[in-house]
Structure formats: structure tokens, C-alpha cells
């Protein structure tokens, strides 16, 4: 079983910066994929930042250009940079991990973090 713990949430003005931290231990193979998503209050989960095994990264558009998703594979580490942070960026944002074999599929129990405007 592979567990993911994120941290660096928390509360920031508009405009500012946090980075988020996620890190996976336990029975760890080879991850495929390592990812953020984010959910707030009265929405679907959706994914915000994805890296992949291979290098590819991929942003949701509300946040590419601004948010920046890195990954320490031999630490099994991911994180995410969040500049210029706007309240609409308000959400639980969780760590997303999967392997190579089917039902490799793995989630964090999410960090808040919240924008004042």
C-alpha cells in the first residue's frame, strides 16, 4: 500500500505564493503518475497539475501559466508552486499518485488552502 501526505497549505492574500509538498511511502514500485488536483466547497474534484513518469506536464487552463508542478522521483516526491494566487484558487488540494499495474490508484487526504481577497 503506498500512502501520500501533502503539507504547505494554508491561508495567503491574493496575489501571493505557497508550495505545496506531497510525499509517498510505503510498498512503492515505480509511479506513473503524480499529480494535484483541487476541490472546493460545492464543486467536483478536478485536476489542476499532472507529471507523468515520462516528463510530460499538464495544467488545467484556469492555472497554467501561473502554478508549477515538479517531481523529486527518487524521493517520490511531488510538488506544486502556486504563484499569483487568486480566491478563486480556494480549495482542498489533494495528491494524486498511480503505478504501473491496474488498480494502482492512490490519494492523500488533501491540504486547504485559502485566498483572501
Known amino acids: 500500500q503506498v500512502q501520500l501526505a501533502e503539507s504547505g497549505g494554508g491561508l495567503v492574500q491574493a496575489g501571493g505564493s505557497l508550495r505545496l509538498s506531497c510525499a509517498a511511502s510505503?510498498?512503492?514500485?515505480?509511479?506513473?503518475?503524480m499529480d494535484w488536483y483541487r476541490q472546493a466547497p460545492g464543486k467536483q474534484r478536478e485536476m489542476v497539475a499532472a507529471s507523468s513518469w515520462a516528463g510530460s506536464r499538464n495544467y488545467a487552463d484556469s492555472v497554467r501559466g501561473r502554478f508549477t508542478i515538479s517531481r523529486d522521483s527518487a524521493k517520490n516526491m511531488v510538488y506544486l508552486q502556486m504563484n499569483r494566487l487568486k480566491p478563486e484558487d480556494t480549495a482542498v488540494y489533494y495528491c494524486?499518485?498511480?503505478?504501473?499495474?491496474?488498480?494502482?490508484?492512490?490519494w492523500g487526504r488533501g491540504t486547504q488552502v485559502t485566498v483572501s481577497s
Open positions: 510505503g510498498s512503492i514500485g515505480a509511479l506513473n503518475d
Open positions: 494524486h499518485a498511480s503505478g504501473f499495474t491496474p488498480g494502482s490508484d492512490y
